[in-house]
């Protein structure tokens, strides 16, 4: 075998691992908890994608608290351009 061959299935191989990995990144979902909601005895949550997650640690939207993510801020509320937190 050529050694072009070897790195075009080297490449094709490593191209479908990223698009398996992009797929499953694009599925995942997240639990998100509402603070306010808790204090009543409810737990109520928001489920939300891998990239909103993303936006909202960025900002400090969501804080872990032991095995649970919290949002900090409102969810209801119409979503648009936010303060920057520093």
Same mark, same amino acid.
Do not use: H, K, Q, W
């Given at each position: 075998m050529r050694r072009v061959t070897k790195e075009r299935i080297a490449a094709a191989f490593l191209l479908s691992v990223? %698009? @398996? @990995? @992009?797929?499953? =990144? %694009?599925l995942r979902t997240y639990k998100?908890? $509402? $603070?306010? /909601?808790?204090?009543? =005895? @409810? &737990? #109520?949550? /928001?489920?939300? #994608? $891998?990239?909103? &997650?993303?936006?909202? %640690?960025t900002f400090s939207g969501v804080e872990q608290r032991g095995e649970r993510l919290y949002s900090t801020y409102d969810r209801s509320? *119409?979503?648009?351009?936010? %303060?920057? *937190? /520093?």
């Open positions: 990223a %698009a @398996l @990995l @992009l797929a499953v =990144g %694009a998100v908890y $509402d $603070d306010s /909601t808790e204090e009543f =005895g @409810l &737990l #109520s949550f /928001t489920r939300i #994608s $891998d990239a909103e &997650l993303v936006v909202d %640690a509320e *119409p979503r648009g351009r936010r %303060a920057c *937190p /520093t």
